[in-house]
């Protein structure tokens, strides 16, 4: 499976983007997709993830303001940010795994990487 993102960018605090992830494969319908942020200095972090059945989880700093969906006709992952803090600045990875039974946030789970896109609140 291969993951590309999109739709990262610059924009003022209080703004909205939206990245999405696409992927190869007809099997992404049935993985765990996660959108996780790694800010410079610091570990990456999960901030939201999907499983198969379109459940999803944010971590306590984007509960609110990010929306995870998923479009798997299209075979996309979407991440909606709005409310956009200079603390959500940060490159974002998304990535899949396909064990199931959990889909949690847990860097650590996920066997498939996207490259990244890279997002600036100023």
């Known amino acids: 499976v291969q993951l590309v993102e999109s739709g990262g960018g610059s924009v003022q605090a209080g703004g909205s983007l939206r990245l999405s992830c696409g992927a190869s494969?007809?099997?992404?319908?049935?993985?765990?997709v996660g959108w996780l942020r790694q800010a410079p200095g610091k570990e990456r972090e999960g901030v939201a993830a999907i499983d198969s059945d379109g459940i999803a989880s944010y971590a306590d700093s984007v509960k609110g303001r990010f929306t995870v969906s998923r479009d798997n006709a299209n075979n996309t992952v979407n991440l909606m940010m709005n409310s956009l803090k200079p603390e959500d600045t940060g490159m974002y990875y998304c990535?899949?795994?396909?064990?199931?039974?959990?889909?949690?946030?847990?860097?650590?789970?996920?066997?498939?990487w996207g490259q990244g896109t890279q997002v600036t609140v100023s």
């Open positions: 494969g007809s099997i992404y319908g049935d993985a765990c």
């Open positions: 990535a899949a795994h396909f064990t199931r039974g959990y889909c949690s946030r847990n860097r650590y789970d996920y066997n498939y």
